[in-house]
Structure formats: C-alpha cells, structure tokens
C-alpha cells in the first residue's frame, strides 16, 4: 500500500514539474488571474464548461478566496495566509481548474490562439494540447476512470449533409460551440472545393466539462477533421476523415486537503478565470496577484 508521506513526493514532484514559475511563457506569471483581452476569434474552437450541483458552492468559495486577498501593495500576513489555504482545501473544484491550468501553462497550450498565428505555431500548438492531455492524465490529483478514441472515414455525396452529420457527431456539447464547429466546417468545404485534390485539416475542437456533482469529474473532448474534394473522368467525389477522442477522469476530492497547500503556493486558478481563458471568445483586463510562498 502506498504510504501518505509517498503520495505526497508524488503531488511535489508534479507541481515542480508543471510550476508556472518555471514555464518560460508570457503567460505564466506567478497568481496571474487572467482573460485575454482584444484576442481575435482563433482557428480551434475552444470550450470550457462547469456543471453539477455543486457549482453555485464552489463559486461562493471562490468569491470568499477572492475577499481575503490582500489589497494591492499589501503584505500577506499568517493568519490571511492560513484563511486562503483553509478556504483552497475545502474547495476541490477550485483545486481542479488550478491543477489543469498549470498543465496548461507548462505544456504551452494556449485555447485562444490567433488564426493569423503561422503554420509552424499552430502546429506546436496541436502538439501542446497533446501534451496537455497527457500532464493532467498523469497528475497525481487525477483517476482515469475512461478514454476512448473514435475514427470515422466517410465517402460523401454533398458536403451540406456531411456537415451536419459530423456536427451531431459531437455528444453533449452546448449549442452554441456546435454552431461554431458547423462555421469552421463550412469554411473548410469551400476551401476543399475551391482547392480540389487538397486535404484541408483542422484540429477543429477542444472542451474541457468539469462537473461538480456527487463527485469531481473532468470531461476532455477534442477532435480533428479532414475533408477532401477530388475530381476524376468528369465526376467529384468527397472524403471526410474524423478523429475524436474522449476522456473522463475523477478529481479525488477526499485527498485534496493535503495537497491543497503545495499547489496554492504554486498558482491559483479561480472558476470563473478558468472558463475565460478556455474558451472562444475575449476575457477580462489581466490581474496579476502576488506569490503566497
């Protein structure tokens, strides 16, 4: 049986390892609640959800966090220090958001990226999000309860239909991010058409669903898309390639209160800030709070 003592050089050693202090992005600033404001639409539909029972909770104990900062220019005494961590170990959906977004920030992921960004960025932002997945997958914070991989490859007669059908593909996924996806899939149809015998690809999706039910549960969806339009001895003929993979991990909430303390001293990532920074569209002017360690 693994001891607590062995667990806890576990925790340390992944926070050392994702610390944001330690990623060399300008993004990473120690306790940098942040939006991204004047952020053009980005090429990856992003998306960011918290659900459950449990919401209207964790966003109260978020509101508390935030009221016991310190005023800007003012020193974190002990005891607002040990009011902070008291309200971070009894809010594991907070615990959450933190450890995904020091995932985040140390595999470089960045949702809202610009859709001028060049090739070669967009490129190592695929890889990013890759690497992502695989940081919060390995936290220690984390179960993985299921992940699935699914390939679709389809012949199609009219990319109108091919559309809506790959469209109700995505599962459990709020209306609004499907019309983005039906947008960006309509804008690569008349690329497909217009460049015939051209694979047109796009890492088209990403959601990230925690829900705060009975339990702590991360949903992380994401997908890409190619579609192709080709012409031979007078006929055309369409192919649409999809991959989707899923993945659903529990956040252990029982042991959360005996790690809270080294991620606090690490990075704060609030509920709210969380949803801004993950999902398609502006955020809020950047805030950047003071190192509690």
């Keep these: 049986m693994i001891t607590i003592p062995e667990e806890l050089e576990k925790v340390n050693y992944w926070c050392t390892m994702n610390d944001p202090a330690n990623a060399q992005r300008e993004e990473s600033t120690f306790f940098s609640f942040s939006g991204m404001s004047g952020i053009e639409p980005p090429t990856v539909v992003s998306g960011a959800m918290v659900t459950g029972s449990g ?118 996924i709020e209306s609004q991010s499907k019309d983005s996806i039906r947008k960006s899939l309509e804008e690569m149809a008349k690329a497909a058409t217009s460049r015939k015998d051209t694979r047109q690809t796009k890492n088209l999706f990403a959601q990230s669903t925690i829900d705060l039910a009975k339990e702590v549960q991360v949903f992380i969806y994401s997908s890409s898309i190619s579609l192709e339009e080709s012409e031979s001895k007078g006929s055309t003929s369409k192919q649409t390639d999809i991959t989707i993979i899923k993945a659903r991990l529990t956040f252990q909430k029982e042991t959360w209160p005996a790690y809270a303390e080294m991620v606090m001293n690490r990075h704060v990532k609030l509920i709210s800030d969380w949803l801004d920074d993950n999902t398609t569209k502006g955020g809020d002017v950047k805030t950047n709070l003071t190192c509690f360690s």
Aim: proline share 5%; charged share 30%; hydrophobic share 35%.
């Design 55 to 172: 919401l209207e909770n964790a966003l109260e104990q978020d509101k508390i966090f935030s009221s016991r900062l310190p005023s800007t220019g003012q020193s974190l005494s002990v005891f607002q220090y040990n009011q902070l961590l008291e309200t971070f170990k009894s809010n594991p959906a907070t615990g959450c958001t933190t450890v995904m977004d020091m995932a985040r920030i140390a595999a470089g992921f960045n949702p809202l990226s610009k859709p001028e960004d060049p090739k070669e960025e967009r490129q190592k932002q695929e890889k990013a999000f890759e690497d992502y997945v695989v940081r919060i997958m390995k936290a220690p914070f984390f179960f993985l309860n299921e992940s699935s991989r699914d390939d679709y490859h389809r012949g199609e007669r009219d990319w109108g239909n091919a559309i809506k059908t790959i469209v109700d593909l995505y599962e459990g």
